[in-house]
């Protein structure tokens, strides 16, 4: 048993950042392997935006190496922490979310969330915090409040930054780090997962613990996946992302366009081959550097959808762009032969969802029309019949 244990350990040391601590967790796993005991493993997720990318998903693998290893998930969906807005990396207040963004939010977290945890009820507790946070009396959350100093607050990083650079911090940003705490008070969590923009906030849920009498749960921090770009972490916003609801064929296609430096990165984030065979596959004297990221490509793929999947976004990846062919399966979109703006086009044919997303795409490169790129997104252009548009290197629309 204690050689299973630690066998454990490593597997969930794998790719964390830091865990407070870990002897802590050898003995917190050691007691529920005595007891046949499901220790209960905690993610709190804000449903801030409607859709998850695969930065999201680091975390939630982790979650689900401790399902797989027979323990409970607690999955708490922060529908009323969200109102107030986690200042977590922000230097400015975060805007309060409406009740019904919130609940749209949240429905479709869980739907893609089930694409990596697994969803079965003696695997999952899935808990909204606005189950307590509703009830709760002032007097509870003064309670709560006198747990902390303001001093010890504002050793917070993003609050220091603010208040350096002279940007007003608001008393109540000082109270999302101590409701996250309590959401684990509530739950009575043996290990708080999160990335490491969460360390503070985790750490305070150790707190609000002990002063409630509980065992203070163990902390493991995750690395916040780098996006595309290979500077900014991943974020929707900033268009560097792979959605986990990607197409297969585009998923792939955003895989292959990482650089050769950041494929160990995803290797030991997003997949569970073994650490060896990783230090094969990015040494590019013992594996062709493509050769590595095409693997890496059917792997992420294979894991959202399947293998068949896999295998065929790789060939129309190869036929595409290695070999420069048009694809079999082109959406043809009808459109007036009034002169419109690029940048434009691109948003009437469906090939990007915002104006501001279009833009971005030209700036880099990522739009060409009959295989002549354009770079001025204002460019106007005569829309032709059969006039081939392309976004990026697998998006294609026939007009």
Same mark, same amino acid.
């Given at each position: 048993?204690?050689?299973?244990?630690?066998?454990?350990?490593?597997?969930?040391?794998?790719?964390? #950042?830091?865990?407070?601590?870990e002897?802590?967790l050898?003995?917190?796993?050691?007691?529920?392997?005595?007891?046949? &005991?499901?220790?209960?493993?905690?993610?709190?997720?804000?449903?801030?935006?409607?859709?998850?990318?695969?930065?999201?998903?680091?975390?939630?693998?982790?979650? !689900?190496?401790?399902?797989?290893?027979?323990?409970?998930?607690?999955?708490?969906?922060?529908?009323?922490?969200? &109102?107030? +807005?986690?200042?977590?990396?922000?230097?400015?207040?975060?805007?309060?979310?409406?009740?019904?963004?919130?609940?749209?939010?949240?429905?479709?977290?869980?739907?893609?969330?089930?694409?990596?945890?697994?969803?079965?009820?003696?695997?999952?507790?899935?808990?909204?915090?606005?189950?307590?946070? *509703?009830?709760?009396?002032?007097?509870?959350?003064?309670?709560?409040? =006198?747990?902390?100093?303001?001093?010890? /607050?504002?050793?917070?990083?993003?609050?220091?930054?603010?208040?350096?650079?002279?940007?007003?911090?608001y008393t109540?940003?000082?109270?999302?780090?101590?409701?996250? +705490?309590?959401?684990?008070?509530?739950?009575?969590?043996?290990?708080?997962?999160?990335?490491?923009?969460?360390?503070?906030?985790?750490?305070?849920?150790?707190?609000?613990?002990?002063?409630? +009498?509980?065992?203070? $749960?163990?902390?493991?921090?995750?690395?916040?996946?780098?996006?595309?770009?290979?500077?900014?972490?991943?974020?929707?916003?900033k268009?560097?992302?792979?959605?986990?609801?990607?197409?297969?064929?585009?998923?792939?296609g955003?895989?292959?366009?990482?650089?050769?430096?950041?494929?160990?990165?995803?290797?030991?984030?997003?997949?569970?081959?073994?650490? *060896?065979?990783?230090? *094969?596959?990015?040494?590019?004297? !013992?594996t062709?550097?493509?050769?590595?990221? #095409?693997?890496?490509?059917?792997?992420?793929?294979? $894991?959202?959808?399947?293998?068949?999947?896999?295998?065929?976004?790789?060939?129309?990846?190869?036929?595409?762009?290695?070999?420069? $062919?048009?694809?079999?399966?082109?959406?043809?979109?009808?459109?007036s032969?009034?002169?419109?703006? =690029?940048?434009?086009?691109?948003?009437?044919?469906?090939? #990007?969802?915002? +104006?501001? *997303?279009?833009?971005?795409?030209?700036?880099?490169?990522?739009?060409?029309?009959?295989?002549?790129?354009?770079?001025?997104?204002?460019?106007?252009?005569?829309?032709?019949?059969? /006039?081939?548009?392309?976004?990026?290197?697998?998006?294609? =629309?026939?007009?």
């Open positions: 048993m204690q050689t299973d244990i630690k066998e454990q350990l490593e597997r969930f040391k794998r790719g964390a #950042v830091e865990i407070f601590n002897n802590e050898l003995l917190r796993l050691g007691e529920a392997a005595k007891s046949k &005991r499901q220790l209960r493993v905690k993610l709190g997720m804000d449903p801030t935006a409607p859709d998850i990318h695969l930065g999201h998903t680091v975390v939630m693998r982790k979650m !689900r190496q401790f399902q797989d290893a027979g323990h409970k998930a607690v999955l708490i969906i922060g529908d009323y922490t969200a &109102r107030i +807005g986690d200042p977590t990396g922000q230097n400015t207040t975060r805007p309060m979310l409406s009740g019904e963004q919130i609940e749209e939010n949240a429905r479709t977290y869980l739907e893609q969330a089930g694409k990596v945890l697994d969803m079965s009820e003696d695997k999952l507790e899935v808990r909204y915090n606005s189950q307590w946070f *509703e009830k709760m009396s002032l007097m509870e959350l003064i309670k709560i409040a =006198a747990q902390k100093t303001v001093a010890q /607050m504002l050793q917070r990083d993003s609050f220091k930054l603010r208040l350096g650079q002279g940007i007003d911090v109540h940003e000082f109270l999302y780090p101590l409701m996250q +705490g309590y959401d684990s008070v509530v739950i009575k969590s043996d290990i708080e997962l999160g990335g490491t923009d969460q360390t503070f906030n985790n750490l305070v849920g150790r707190d609000i613990q002990n002063a409630y +009498g509980q065992q203070r $749960q163990i902390v493991i921090t995750m690395p916040i996946l780098v996006g595309l770009d290979g500077k900014d972490k991943m974020s929707k916003s268009g560097n992302y792979i959605g986990v609801t990607d197409e297969p064929k585009d998923m792939f955003k895989v292959m366009s990482i650089s050769d430096e950041m494929m160990e990165n995803y290797y030991t984030l997003l997949t569970d081959v073994d650490a *060896e065979k990783i230090k *094969e596959l990015v040494n590019p004297e !013992r062709h550097p493509k050769e590595a990221k #095409v693997l890496l490509g059917k792997i992420i793929v294979t $894991q959202f959808y399947n293998e068949a999947a896999g295998e065929t976004a790789a060939a129309e990846f190869e036929k595409v762009f290695a070999q420069k $062919q048009l694809p079999d399966d082109m959406p043809e979109i009808k459109i032969s009034e002169p419109i703006a =690029a940048a434009k086009l691109l948003v009437q044919c469906g090939l #990007v969802a915002s +104006g501001g *997303e279009a833009k971005r795409l030209i700036s880099q490169g990522g739009m060409s029309i009959n295989g002549e790129k354009i770079s001025d997104a204002n460019k106007l252009v005569s829309p032709e019949s059969g /006039m081939v548009v392309r976004a990026g290197k697998l998006e294609f =629309a026939k007009l």
